[in-house]
């Protein structure tokens, strides 16, 4: 075999180191620029994914935090509304029930004026036939006639007792 012939490794050397020369400015110049560009770009593009979903969080915090806010401006304005519109409603039933205590108040007062204008009455009549019972009592008992007056005058008498 040549390549293990002593004699032949001069050659060999030489073109071993510019065979590997070659190859190391190959790949100094071309090969290595290349791969470093494509690390390059890579990093670059991650950075920049980076970049991008740090600013995409950034606008989610803050979408969340609006959110948030206006979640709790929405129930406080929904207190608000609920509240007032309690208040609104307790006034009103405080109006009608004034007016239906007013109405009802009117109502007895009504009642009992008319009550009272029937007792009167009833009075009267009571008065009137217990004036016509004890004129015929004393007609009955002493046959005589008393004065209506007088028997009017000893029923009321007898009344206030």
């Known amino acids: 075999m040549p390549q293990l012939n002593p004699l032949d490794w001069a050659p060999q050397l030489i073109w071993l180191l510019i065979t590997f020369g070659m190859l190391y400015l190959l790949m ?3 090969a290595l620029p290349r791969i470093g560009g494509v690390i390059e770009a890579r990093t670059a593009h991650i950075a920049k994914d980076l970049a991008a979903a740090d600013k995409l969080r950034r606008q989610t915090e803050e979408a969340i935090a609006a959110y948030e806010q206006a979640l709790a401006e929405a129930k406080q304005k929904a207190h608000t509304i609920i509240e007032e ?5 307790k006034q009103e039933t405080a ?6 205590d ?3 108040a009117k109502r007895g007062a009504e009642a009992e004026a008319r009550i ?4 009167i009455s009833a009075m ?6 217990a004036a016509d019972v004890a004129a015929d009592i004393v007609r009955k008992l002493i046959a005589v006639a008393p004065a209506k007056a007088e028997i009017a005058k000893a029923v009321e008498a007898a009344r206030k007792e």
Do not use: C, H, Q
């Open 116 to 119: 009272n204008d029937a007792k």
């Open 28 to 30: 100094v110049y071309v």
């Open 95 to 100: 109006k009608e029930r004034a007016k239906l």
């Open 102 to 104: 007013s109405e009802l």
């Open 124 to 129: 009267r009549d009571v008065n009137a036939v």
């Open 85 to 89: 519109g309690r208040t609104k409603l």
